[in-house]
């Protein structure tokens, strides 16, 4: 069976030249020969790439984490979650962190899309198909800036461009109900696992909050010892957290959560920082916005539109908020 296999990836090496559409150069300085338009792509980070890509209308044909049948064997499924019922749903090359190689070659890709993350594996995967590597991490990339660097990549610029005007339309209704800060106003996201986690840059939520004029709230954590690398979130103690005060909260349950509504992520907090609506002055005071970690943490149009119509319905119905 190896044999066989190694035999079928060096033929799809002469095969790729019928790939060689143009050369592009990817996140990590390499140059790739890809397709105009690429049809059959796979990605290997489906929140990441392959929400960002569905964005746009073009559905992956395969993915980590999903069975053959294109279910999804995470705890989330970001597809069902984001676009409900809409498209169809990749096919599974392999559980997350083990690729299977015989389903990657048997979809025939003609691009393979992963993180920088995923260089280890570039050479091996190009004898299958152009493998093209996008920038994942937070510090790197913001919002949903990867979706514009996909859309430049498989010529769907004018989708992106499509996409952007209908959220700018709605970021302009939702911007008109905010109530009139002083000051620029701040948020800060926070992600519950086992710990609380800052939610990065990284997320339609982000992209979402800063459009609306809100600066994400900066502070240290002298017991961080995390770095910067995350692509998502990185932990905050329980001390910093006390003192955290920006003018919108916004708190996510984990993905692990089947359940995360706002008040099962209340109940997950109390568990992780006992007695937090005594001291946590956004609590207190009906600051925090409770949105769901599976709609709103891809760097998607479609997360910054989720983020802003639960913003907007909070607003619509406000708790007893002080400004």
């Avoid at 992209?207 to 900066?218: T, V």
Wanted: with cysteine.
């Amino acid at each position: 069976m190896k044999l066989q296999l190694l035999t079928i990836l060096i033929g799809c090496v002469t095969i790729q030249a019928a790939w060689a559409d143009r050369l592009v150069t990817d996140s990590t300085g390499r140059d790739v020969q890809i397709p105009d338009h690429p049809s059959r792509i796979v990605v290997l980070h489906e929140p990441l790439l392959g929400v960002p890509l569905m964005d746009l209308g073009l559905a992956p044909i395969g993915s980590y984490g999903r069975t053959d049948e294109g279910e999804s064997l995470m705890s989330v499924d970001f597809f069902q979650e984001i676009f409900g019922a809409r498209g169809p749903k990749p096919n599974g090359v392999g559980a997350l962190g083990n690729l299977d190689l015989e389903k990657l070659h048997a979809l025939q890709p003609d691009l393979i899309i992963g993180t920088e993350h995923d260089s280890d594996k570039a050479n091996r995967l190009s004898a299958i198909a152009p493998v093209y590597l996008q920038n994942s991490s937070t510090g790197l990339v913001r919002g949903f800036s990867p979706e514009k660097n996909l859309a430049d990549v498989v010529n769907l610029s004018d989708a992106f461009e499509q996409r952007r005007a209908e959220y700018q339309q709605r970021l302009m209704t939702v911007k008109a109900k905010l109530p009139t800060y002083e000051h620029q106003p701040t948020y800060l996201g926070l992600f519950l696992t086992d710990q609380v986690n800052a939610l990065g840059e990284m997320s339609g939520a982000a992209q979402a909050m800063e459009d609306l004029g809100f600066q994400r709230l900066s502070f240290q954590d002298k017991n961080d010892r995390s770095g910067l690398g995350s692509t998502l979130i990185v932990p905050v103690s329980s001390e910093v957290v006390g003192q955290l005060n920006p003018d919108v909260l916004i708190i996510l349950n984990s993905y692990n959560e089947t359940d995360r509504s706002p008040q099962q992520t209340q109940a997950s907090l109390d568990r992780i920082l006992p007695g937090w609506k005594q001291f946590l002055a956004p609590a207190k005071e009906g600051r925090i916005l409770y949105l769901d970690s599976g709609k709103v943490t891809t760097p998607s149009v479609a997360s910054a539109e989720w983020t802003l119509a639960e913003l907007e319905a909070w607003l619509d119905n406000p708790p007893n908020k002080k400004h």
